[in-house]
């Protein structure tokens, strides 16, 4: 099985930044896309970046140009660079893995545990 853990969140004033980490560890096969989600209290979880093991990425329309998302495909690790933060970019921020364990394993869907981030005005 496939663990992702997460590094790198905190608490931060408005305009500042931080940098999120995501290291997959386990027996697997082969890791899809890599990327990061997140949750407000009281609302639904929601994509922030996704990137392709090609190193194709996409966004959020509310993190474009202030977020940066990488990974280091030998390390088995994903990054999230946030700069401009707002507090509205306070969440629970999950890193999520799309893994395959084996040949004869069909890719699924592995998430951390979650991180906090919490930005102040």
């Known amino acids: 099985q496939v663990q992702l853990v997460e590094s790198g969140g905190g608490s931060v004033q408005a305009g500042g930044s931080l940098r999120l980490s995501c290291a997959a560890s386990?027996?697997?096969?082969?890791?899809?896309?890599m990327g990061w989600y997140r949750q407000a209290s009281g609302k639904q979880r929601e994509l922030v970046a996704a990137m392709a093991t090609d190193g194709s990425a996409n966004y959020a329309d509310s993190v474009k140009d202030r977020f940066t998302i990488s990974r280091d495909n030998a390390k088995n690790t994903v990054y999230l660079e946030m700069g401009s933060l707002k507090p509205e970019d306070t969440a629970v921020y999950y890193c999520n893995a799309v893994v395959r364990h084996s040949l004869a394993a069909k890719y699924v869907e592995v998430w951390g545990q979650g991180t906090l981030v919490t930005v102040s005005s």
């Open positions: 386990g027996r697997f096969l082969i890791i899809n896309d």
